[in-house]
């Protein structure tokens, strides 16, 4: 293998690059990445780069001395816009195309938005540091602050906001902020949080359009209400940034289909990180994974096995996360589902400071802690361990 493109320049796309030279790739090595900066770490923009306790300079993933190690070409500020799999060419927006013969894709996921929320001023997403560059510059205290989304990220801003001064109203389609996440049985813990803090929780009902003249002035909810608001920031969810690998003859289904060592259907060409929609061997369906640990260690099996020629290593890692919100601490590990059974194994809900166990079929499957860090850390190598010797002694799959 001569030439490989990194195609994605983020926390996956820098750690790939990495991993080729670790592990003796000594070919021409070109990472292209449709911002114009240098790999940057995503998850403080919605922390404590917005609450304006990083600097952007902070927040890079190498050095001056370790990006130039890497002896790469940078095509930064140009998105890729097809691969050619046939004549091994990566075109991009620009119209130029880089010829290679080895491809790792890590172009991440896009955000979605909500009618109206296009770029109107005052609307924001939170996806690049550009992005959370503009919502700091519109968060002051006593602005009105509309976050659209109880995921993770909306929760995060929604506390950050409110650090800086902001009147919060968090909006949710679910029942609960973060019910998909942890579970209706603990979701209720971080609605308390939030309203603790003045945050204003409207859940129940999806907002339907972001409101605007001149600039951002409210949300509209399905019911008819209007969240009057000076900044909107909308956090409904992600989709894998596949589009435009259409016709490559990959397998797209909510991100690139791979195998259990994140390589594809075509040879020589790998994907890893939020796009990459792999089987892991403790699990009988693929899963895709939008997490840091996950684009921070599949690179290193992807690598291996894009270097390989054939897949000779799996990636079993579990995916984990960790948030932290008004002083809280949220960790989680594994692969939660509607239907788990959760069970308190250490501390109590009411101090919210406990460690929480997910059962499916028997197994642990997940386990969450709040405020409990050494106690997760324990029990999640225990579940590291279930699983691995579940896989290990071929006794079926989550």
């Not at 990006?67 to 097809?82: H, K, N």
């Not at 091994?88 to 620009?94: F, I, P, T």
């Not at 001064?165 to 996440?181: E, F, I, M, N, Y």
Request: charged residues 20%; aromatic residues 4%; glycine residues 10%.
């Amino acid at each position: 293998m001569r030439a490989v493109a990194v195609v994605g320049a983020s926390v996956a796309g820098w750690r790939a690059a990495q991993e080729l030279r670790e592990q003796g790739f000594d070919g021409q090595l070109v990472i292209i990445g449709a911002e114009p900066h240098r790999p940057y770490d995503r998850p403080p923009l919605s922390k404590e780069f917005l609450a304006g306790k990083l600097q952007p300079e902070e927040l890079a993933l190498g050095s001056e001395q370790e990006e130039a190690d890497l002896a790469a070409e940078w095509r930064l500020g140009v998105a890729a816009v097809r691969l050619d799999t046939r004549r091994g060419a990566v075109v991009l927006a620009d119209g130029s195309e880089v010829r290679v013969d080895g491809v790792v894709l890590a172009t991440g996921s896009a955000r979605l938005s909500l009618p109206g929320g296009g770029e109107v001023p005052g609307c924001h997403r939170m996806r690049t540091i550009d992005d959370a560059l503009a919502l700091r510059e519109d968060i002051s205290a006593g602005a009105r602050v509309v976050v659209v989304g109880g995921g993770l990220i909306g929760t995060e801003i929604a506390s950050s906001c409110r650090a800086l001064g902001a009147q919060v109203t968090l909006v949710d389609a679910q029942h609960l902020p973060l019910a998909r996440t942890l579970g209706i049985e603990l979701a209720p813990l971080y609605f308390a949080l939030h309203e603790d803090h003045g945050v204003r929780v409207r859940c129940g009902t999806p907002a339907i359009r972001v409101l605007a003249e001149d600039r951002v002035t409210g949300v509209e909810l399905a019911d008819g209400r209007v969240l009057p608001a000076d900044a909107v920031v909308v956090e409904v969810g992600a989709e894998p940034a596949t589009h435009w690998l259409r016709g490559s003859g990959l397998k797209l289904r909510d991100g690139v289909v791979t195998d259990s060592g994140c390589a594809t259907a075509i040879p020589n060409v790998v994907a890893v990180g939020d796009i990459a929609r792999y089987r892991p061997p403790h699990h009988r369906r693929t899963v895709r994974s939008d997490h840091w640990s996950t684009a921070m260690n599949q690179p290193p099996v992807a690598v291996r096995n894009l270097l390989a020629g054939r897949t000779v290593a799996d990636y079993t890692g579990i995916p984990h996360f960790w948030s932290r919100q008004y002083g809280s601490t949220l960790q989680f590990a594994g692969y939660a589902g509607p239907k788990d059974r959760i069970t308190v194994v250490d501390g109590s809900l009411a101090s919210r400071r406990f460690v929480a166990a997910y059962h499916r079929g028997g197994r642990q499957v997940a386990v969450l802690a709040m405020n409990s860090p050494k106690q997760f850390a324990t029990h999640r190598r225990r579940l590291t361990t279930t699983l691995t010797a579940v896989t290990n002694r071929g006794e079926g799959h989550l």
